[in-house]
């Protein structure tokens, strides 16, 4: 534990760790669903506006999971910091 580290809550961190992994996993399945409805929408519409929307919503969705992995990673590193936090804590008293 670095020697500067100073946290005013560990409840409020691990509150924040869920939130962004609620976050994360929220994004990945709003935008999969976004996707299916997509392709569902356009089953029968082929015209080069639609299918450069297509291409460009793709992309957003891979950058998107991209960002929700990690979120959910650096909710797992707050985690992982928490139950240290926890663990110094409760041997200094």
Do not use: P
Request: glycine share 2%.
């Amino acid at each position: 534990m670095s020697a500067n580290a100073s946290v005013k809550s560990v409840d409020e961190l691990r509150a924040f760790s869920s939130y962004l992994k609620n976050l994360s996993a929220n994004l990945t399945n709003e935008f999969a669903n976004a996707q299916r409805e997509m392709f569902r929408v356009n089953e029968g519409w082929n015209d080069e506006e639609n299918m450069k929307f297509m291409q460009e919503f793709e992309q957003t969705v891979q950058i998107i999971n991209r960002i929700s992995e990690h979120m959910n990673e650096y909710g797992s590193f707050i985690q992982k910091k928490c139950d240290i936090l926890d663990l110094y804590m409760s041997t200094r008293l």
